[in-house]
């Protein structure tokens, strides 16, 4: 059962780094997107700036903005190094090949079902059970060390010490034995009473165990069930920001294109299309992170692959 639980926390723990690797690869490809229209609308109100159109202040504003870009694009390129290494620290590797995937698009079916029955389903607490089992039984024969040993012996022996004959029968003898011995360790110096207490102790405390791990599975579960339609619903309300943002931008370009908007109207829109699209994908990660750990507190697998 231990060897069991371990190979599926071992599982759980891949997977979910693999999507952490994969979600920091897409913030990356997002956040250089992100850098890459802020520069151009850097040369472009610089260039309205030498016309007389902007001003300096706007120039200001859009490189504060293209520098903030810059920064949050390098911290997603040093995550997702990190993210890479934790993933072959996990596959016993020196290296892994860049994650190439989706990540999974979930839902709240998934996790409608689920009930705890972690003294079932989750092998790591049925091993404990056994182990509190075990311990009560030593606890209970280490407990009676001064109760005297009782034990029956006998023997039978058929022989002949007349002669060397191995055929000659009426030379043979019967002799048998047997008997009762009682044997009683009075003191010994303590060492028993020591070993029983030892005992009693090691039961105490794994019954302990036994009942924290149990509790903190019943914790998790309502926590990480919770926090995954929370993430699920903030997910989801970020994919109708995003197509909201992309309509946004149409009109801000066209807009522009007629007049009746700015270059700032357009970079706003770009900008809220950016951050609903970092939101989706942190939200869909801490979706899947949650079912990972509602997967670890259940000791079921949840996760579509």
Request: proline share 2%; glycine share 4%.
């Amino acid at each position: 059962n231990e060897y069991t639980w371990a190979e599926f926390e071992t599982a759980r723990q891949v997977e979910l780094q693999f999507f952490r690797s994969l979600a920091s690869a897409t913030l990356k490809e997002v956040s250089e997107q992100n850098v890459k229209l802020l520069e151009d609308h850097l040369r472009e109100v610089s260039a309205f700036k030498k016309a007389g159109v902007s001003t300096n202040y706007d120039v200001l504003q859009v490189d504060v903005q293209l520098t903030e870009a810059r920064s949050e694009a390098m911290n997603a390129a040093d995550t997702v190094t990190i993210s890479k290494g934790h993933l072959a620290e996990l596959l016993g590797e020196t290296e892994v090949r860049d994650p190439v995937g989706k990540l999974p698009e979930l839902t709240p079916e998934l996790v409608s079902s689920v009930r705890l029955e972690s003294n079932v389903s989750r092998p790591d607490l049925v091993a404990l059970g056994d182990r509190v089992q075990a311990s009560e039984g030593n606890a209970t024969a280490s407990s009676r060390h001064w109760v005297p040993r009782v034990s029956l012996f006998g023997s039978y022996n058929y022989y002949n010490n007349r002669n060397d004959s191995l055929t000659n029968f009426d030379a043979f003898r019967d002799a048998y034995q047997a008997g009762v011995s009682v044997s009683w360790n009075i003191f010994d110096g303590f060492v028993s009473t020591s070993r029983a207490h030892q005992a009693a102790e090691r039961q105490v405390q794994l019954e302990t165990s036994l009942r924290a791990t149990q509790l903190k599975a019943r914790t998790d579960f309502d926590v990480w069930k919770r926090k995954y339609l929370y993430n699920l619903s903030v997910y989801r309300s970020r994919l109708g920001n995003i197509d909201k943002a992309k309509e946004a931008v149409r009109l801000a370009r066209e807009g522009r294109k007629a007049g009746v908007r700015t270059s700032f109207d357009l970079l706003n829109a770009e900008t809220d299309l950016y951050r609903a699209q970092a939101g989706a994908i942190n939200a869909q990660l801490g979706s899947i992170e949650a079912l990972v750990n509602l997967e670890l507190a259940t000791g079921q697998t949840l996760l579509p692959l």
